[in-house]
Nanobody, 122 residues
């Protein structure tokens, strides 16, 4: 089992940047695919990005591709989401997720963090 704790959310103006971090504890994060989802107010949860166990492969939602970059540091059991050129529509609670299977990110990964709020003002 793995526990996930996110940080780095906040308020930023449109066009700005934020970097989210997610620290995994309990088991080595290198055993898990890791990624990010988000949920805006009164909307469903949306996949954002996923990175494989080694960090060699990643995939993104169309809405963030080219603006967001996911990365990981397995020595620190941490995954990052660098968010650039932020838009008001990126406003949401961002959740870190982990699963032993990469395919789980098309449905529901097993492990989740508590979420961190990102607000982008226009």
């Amino acid at each position: 089992q793995v526990q996930l704790v996110e940080s780095g959310g906040g308020l930023v103006q449109a066009g700005g940047s934020l970097r989210l971090s997610c620290v995994a504890s309990g088991r080595s994060s290198s055993a898990y695919h890791m990624g990010w989802f988000r949920q805006a107010l009164e909307k469903g949860r949306e996949f954002v990005a996923r990175i494989d166990r080694s960090g060699g492969g990643a995939n993104y939602a169309d809405s963030v591709r080219g603006r967001f970059t996911i990365s990981r540091d397995n020595a620190k059991n941490t995954v990052y989401l660098q968010m650039n050129s932020l838009k008001p529509e990126d406003t949401a609670v961002y959740y870190c997720a982990a699963d032993r299977s990469g395919a789980a990110f098309t449905t529901t990964p097993n492990y989740w963090g508590q979420g961190t709020q990102v607000t982008v003002s226009s």
